[in-house]
């Protein structure tokens, strides 16, 4: 058993005077004599104090920027600036080695493209600590608010066989023998033989097979990997993400928009109260971002005024035919500033018209409720106009869409209707509508890209700085 | 809004004589007055009594097994045999059908292998609804776990260029024309146009990533979908399933023990206190269950029993050395009763050599250590005999192998010889080497198959009834 005390425990600790064993990587290390030490536990180092006249001159050269270290001495209390305690060592060993010439991190700002060339080393920084850590906490809130409610966690498949949007764009999984494979009489690829016996994809959605449990267990929620195999290098897209997919038994729109609206106040809340250093620190980050930006440009909110925001006030609800009209009438679009001008009901809402609504005009969340039916996907509720759906989608600003959801058609025949007009193939999606044959009841859900929450609770900006090791088209890396 | 309250709520309700709706699924419909209503919130029914002189016969007649309805009326305390509370319907409203000829779960027993065939349905089961929520709760038991002891919940890649067992049946995941695949020069496959610009797979396990973030966070772990392409049609084997792997610096394999055993006492603990009725429908499923054996070949135990028994007992500890000593020495052994005889040290163990230990000698959990390094993997630390590695598996009664952990080898010369013996490219897995490069330290982790937890915690027999949707050669259904 190796024994070793935690920093984030010795940093808090108020008694003092004891003998001490802590390990970590060295941040940076003093004039001979002060050691930053950092085990990961927090974000804080601890202040080693080096006894440099009784340590060897070849451990002490020893001492670089991201070795690991095990020292032995008394806590006590600092009297330098910028600490409250130290440890006076005795000893100081070292685990592991990191030789300065060849180390990326040097004890610099270093700007976040470079460590994302090492992401497998950028953990070790401040901001990635904070960002990870929040991540984290993100995910257990989820878990916690679910729970807390009665929320049963299904994980659905990953490997699927079905195109739960209808949208194509999907990684095809295989153990096929690509270079020659089986084939049949007419010369295709003979999918009989692969793994599966057919053709199979990485999952876009948990939503279908989520439905199919809270048919029965009257609330449930997934929160797993899902794909897209689109083309799209941006700030804002994943090849491979994280999402996180309630759905509810007995529920309409707005016990949906009330759930949304509700969790994500509660995990908001949650960061801020168990990630108050993470949060302070990447608070300051952006402040420092910020005001490399022109004056006009740099918000009006600090990131931690604008998490507070978003607690203290009810997300604006509106409809898609609402917004339509206030979008006609922005200045950017009388002044042809929008690159999509808005001129007819119907227009899908672009990046540039969900920000005006958040960021200009109604400066909080949005919930933009009632889409046109032809935009939106076959299980979606016909409202009774016939011409819109129960869908919503929830724009917050820096982020654009974080939740889409929706009421879900429960009417059999409706629900058939809808897919030979959006060519789904009912065949394929038999299980589906066995949901609607036996009991069915109205039922809603939604679906939380978790790296666009985590961007927003951050303040970073990257969608790739938000997951450990981001998958984009051309790499794979680590 | 849809106003409903939850059956769980209500049965526990001490407030009577009030006006309630509940919403549900009808599990029985009795001399045309009792309804067995149930909502997914807990196992047990709601009694609904339907005024049948005042309802009309059309409702009635649609009153079936699987129908979803909507009941408004007063909450009563029941006179009747098996329930305290009762619902006395005002109104009754059917929100979806059931058609009693088409239905296929039936108020009667069905078999397990039948309820595979329609796992869109199975949920509506008991027997599934116990096993699911057993499943949520031992999965949200792992979080709690692991947060309050200052891990970081990392989500490691799950489509990935590198190999991390070093053993080969993967998934391969592509985005190219299988029709018509490009090709290189010499006619071979061209990656470099596939979607990463290389060929990429599903993994096997995120332990090497899990190890580049213990290095910077001390303390972490990964839970989430592994994959396995083995054509293996057993009881124990899926294609698809969820894994977690805990990785911790600073720590060598009794640390490593002790962190499992921890956890699986925790997680087991949490589904005592906390899924009391369904661990007593499942005891008393299985109870069942065994009736139909010979006395000879059932449990000593109950399913309670037995996991309370875990929770009272030190997991056996003894090194494979001694496991193969006990072997050698074993009645099967000598009576020849194995199918692979143990003769000599290195002889890899069998599922048949791991059950005699759990279940005949022991009689407990245990936990093997320190196996021939060559039947296991390169990242495992060499002891300092030289023959052996400092590995652990956990072997439980009626599963086996449920957790399967190392302490890694954290010297990068000994490393690296252990890649060349075992056939693993450097060069793809710089990256990992770096972690041995840059302030190394000892670090130790391991794996649990979470299906086969809850297997374990479930007393379920075949692993196909512990996951949602299983995945295995030849069926990727829903």
Chains 1, 2 share one sequence.
Not at 292 to 302: A, D, F, I, T, V
Request: proline fraction near 4%; charged fraction near 25%; hydrophobic fraction near 40%.
């Amino acid at each position: 058993m190796i024994s070793r005390e935690k920093i984030s425990d010795l940093l808090q600790s108020t008694t003092f005077d004891r003998e001490v064993t802590v390990m970590g990587w060295v941040r940076t290390f003093r004039n001979n004599q002060f050691i930053a030490l950092n085990d990961g536990s927090c974000m804080g180092n601890l202040q080693v104090v080096v006894d440099f006249n009784n340590t060897d001159d070849a451990i002490l050269k020893r001492i670089n920027t991201g070795a690991a270290i095990k020292a032995t001495g008394q806590l006590v209390e600092s009297l330098g600036k910028g600490q409250t305690v130290e440890v006076k060592a005795t000893s100081v060993e070292i685990l592991g080695d990191s030789d300065p010439e060849k180390f990326p991190l040097q004890p610099k700002k270093h700007s976040l493209e470079f460590l994302r060339e090492i992401a497998h080393l950028r953990f070790r920084t401040n901001t990635f600590n904070a960002v990870f850590k929040l991540r984290h906490a993100l995910a257990f809130a989820i878990h916690q608010f679910f729970n807390e409610r009665g929320f049963v966690y299904m994980h659905t498949p990953i490997i699927t066989a079905s195109d739960a949007e209808g949208a194509g764009e999907m990684f095809k999984v295989t153990t096929l023998d690509l270079d020659n494979p089986p084939k049949t009489e007419n010369g295709a690829i003979n999918y009989a033989e692969d793994f599966f016996g057919r053709a199979t994809n990485l999952t876009v959605s948990g939503q279908l097979e989520g439905e199919l449990a809270a048919m029965a267990f009257g609330q449930i929620y997934t929160f797993g990997p899902t794909f897209r195999a689109e083309n799209s290098n941006t700030t804002r897209h994943l090849a491979e993400f994280w999402m996180m997919e309630p759905e509810i038994a007995f529920a309409d729109l707005e016990d949906n928009m009330n759930l949304a609206e509700d969790m994500l106040k509660f995990v908001i809340k949650y960061a801020l109260e168990n990630c108050k250093e993470e949060l302070e620190f990447l608070n300051n980050r952006l402040l420092e971002e910020e005001k490399q930006k022109p004056q006009q440009e740099r918000s009006e909110l600090s990131l931690i005024e604008k998490l507070n925001f978003c607690l203290s006030n009810d997300f604006e609800r509106i409809t898609y035919t609402e917004a339509i009209n206030i979008l006609k009438a922005s200045k950017p679009n009388q002044k042809k500033q929008f690159k999509y001008l808005i001129d007819s009901w119907g227009a899908d809402l672009q990046s540039e018209h969900e920000r005006y609504l958040v960021e200009k005009h109604f400066k909080k969340p949005v919930i933009l409720t009632d889409y046109p039916k032809d935009i939106k996907s076959f299980y979606m509720r016909l409202n009774d106009d016939g011409k819109t759906v129960a869908a919503m989608d929830i724009l917050f600003p820096g982020i654009g869409e974080i939740v889409g959801g929706s009421q879900r058609e429960e009417r059999l025949d409706i629900l058939k209707e809808r897919m030979v007009e959006m060519h789904v193939p009912q065949d394929e999606l038999s299980w589906y509508l066995d949901t609607r044959r036996f009991g069915s009841a109205p039922h809603a859900g939604f679906g939380l890209g978790f790296e666009r929450l985590v961007l927003f609770v951050s303040g970073m900006t990257n969608i790739r700085d938000v997951i450990a090791f981001p998958r984009f088209p051309k790499s794979a890396e680590f």
